[in-house]
């Protein structure tokens, strides 16, 4: 089931029309249209909250990434309502970051679990925060993987009113593209 599941996530960003930016400098791959889904309990109830107006840069040679949200693209799942409403700081979260490997692989490779950490900026706000990192190889097209991120991040941190639990879920699922020579 698993397995299903992933699959179809997989096609999914494969068929959901991602924009793609490659910039000249070095290594470094922008995509715009990546996913975030923010996750938590509210009582009996699991609420859930997704922008798919992410945008990442990533730097296959040292690891490092920008990701970019703006929260109003974010939205609790069911509603039109904007996170605007939801918000009382500035509306671009900024994460600045390393994943846990000395470089991103996009030729063929097991899938990678490593660590992520960086800082969190939120207006005037800076935090620290980690998480858990997962690279699955899929060459498919000019697709080589891809790439989640999970966080458990208290909802302040995003200046989000959360109902619930003092710590939600933040994960991340994007595209990486194929390297230019490959």
């Excluded at 891809?146 to 639990?165: H, K, R, V």
């Amino acid at each position: 089931m698993k397995r299903r599941a992933k699959f179809l996530a997989i096609m999914l960003l494969l068929w959901s029309g991602t924009r793609l930016l490659a910039q000249n400098e070095g290594q470094i791959y922008r995509t715009m249209n990546g996913q975030l889904t923010i996750t938590g309990s509210v009582g009996d109830s699991v609420l859930m909250m997704r922008s798919n107006d992410l945008v990442i840069s990533l730097d296959y040679e040292s690891a490092e990434l920008v990701i970019r949200l703006n929260k109003e693209t974010l939205g609790r799942e069911g509603e039109t309502e904007s996170a605007n409403s939801l918000s009382n700081t500035s509306s671009e979260v900024l994460f600045k970051g390393k994943l846990g490997i000395d470089y991103v692989i996009t030729q063929k490779h097991p899938p990678l679990d490593f660590e992520v950490e960086g800082y969190l900026f939120n207006g005037n706000e800076k935090s620290f925060v980690t998480g858990n990192g997962h690279l699955e190889h899929i060459h498919a097209n000019e697709y080589a993987c891809i790439l989640n991120l999970d966080f458990f991040i208290s909802p302040d941190l995003l200046s989000i009113d959360w109902p619930g639990e003092e710590k939600v879920k933040v994960q991340i699922i994007q595209t990486v593209l194929k390297r230019r020579d490959e």
